[in-house]
């Protein structure tokens, strides 16, 4: 992971609870300029409210969160959301809005109160269009877009938006095989050549977690490994994180072995 003083995102000994429910306890993480941060862990490990936390949606207990060596707490939400663009899971589509007005929706922290878009603003979201291939898919409705469409034309708005670190929760779940190779596919394109910083919450091993540069492991809101996919990969740390057994095969991504549950083995 990138080191403490180049990184882009900087977590240390971070604490958030919901209610009476401690959520993360002492995690800490860098994230370097360009780096893709695959985070896995069983459900309730914590990994959504990490993503939430980054972006400032929660309020911190303990620890900190500095973005670009500032403290999030010091960002105005606008100011934020130029930086940083959040994709959460895929839910339900918006109803009412074609997928341009929905990309065009990304430059609201860009926009003074009240003001239109303006001919860079159009210019922004023809681009993240472009870049995700959804141009042909402007006038479509939203609501008649198959999920993998939905996921990408999601990540264009988080492009119109503008910020060059992007948060993702789960951007290939629920998505067939190939949708699946279009969102990886884009996202390899966005932090390789892009140069965008990536934080990627996933359960997809074979996929996001063997194309990513490190990989982060909660396990009951607690870091339980962070080091390289080929580290990660592997069925003793893989049983330690789900508590489950895993076989490796050869032939997965990258020289990685491709990862499969083993049925009643821990």
């Known amino acids: 992971m990138g080191t403490l003083s180049g990184s882009r995102i900087e977590v240390r000994d971070l604490g958030v609870r919901l209610g009476e429910a401690e959520i993360l306890a002492g995690v800490g993480l860098s994230v370097a300029a360009g780096e893709l941060l695959a985070v896995i862990g069983p459900n309730g490990a914590g990994k959504s409210t990490l993503l939430r936390a980054i972006d400032g949606l ?3 207990r303990h620890g900190s969160i500095a973005i670009d060596g500032r403290p999030v707490s010091d960002y105005r939400r606008r100011e934020l959301a130029r930086v940083v663009s959040f994709v959460p899971q895929s839910g339900a589509p918006a109803d009412g809005y ?3 007005a929905f990309v065009e929706m990304g430059r609201y922290p860009h926009l003074p109160t009240w003001s239109g878009l303006t001919s860079d603003d159009r210019r922004v979201v023809d681009e993240a269009l472009e870049l995700t291939e959804t141009g042909h898919l ?3 409705a939203l609501t008649t877009l198959s999920g993998g469409e939905r996921q990408r034309v999601s990540i264009a708005a988080a492009l119109a938006q503008g910020g060059s670190i ?3 929760d789960e951007p290939t779940s629920f998505l067939d095989v190939r949708h699946q190779v ?3 596919e884009l996202l390899g394109r966005l932090h390789r050549d ?10 997809d091993l074979n996929g996001l977690v063997a194309d990513a540069d490190s ?4 396990v009951g809101g607690r870091v339980a490994c962070s080091a390289r996919p080929a580290e990660v990969l592997d069925a003793e740390v893989l049983a330690g994180i789900f508590s489950s057994g895993f076989r490796l095969l050869p032939g997965g991504r990258h020289g990685l072995p ?9």
């Open 58 to 60: 929660l309020p911190v």
């Open 98 to 100: 074609t997928v341009r």
């Open 138 to 140: 402007a006038a479509r």
């Open 166 to 168: 992007l948060l993702l």
């Open 182 to 184: 279009q969102v990886l």
């Open 194 to 203: 892009g140069g965008y910083t990536v934080v990627a919450v996933t359960h």
């Open 215 to 218: 990989v982060l492991g909660l």
């Open 258 to 266: 491709v990862v499969v549950p083993a049925r009643g083995e821990r």
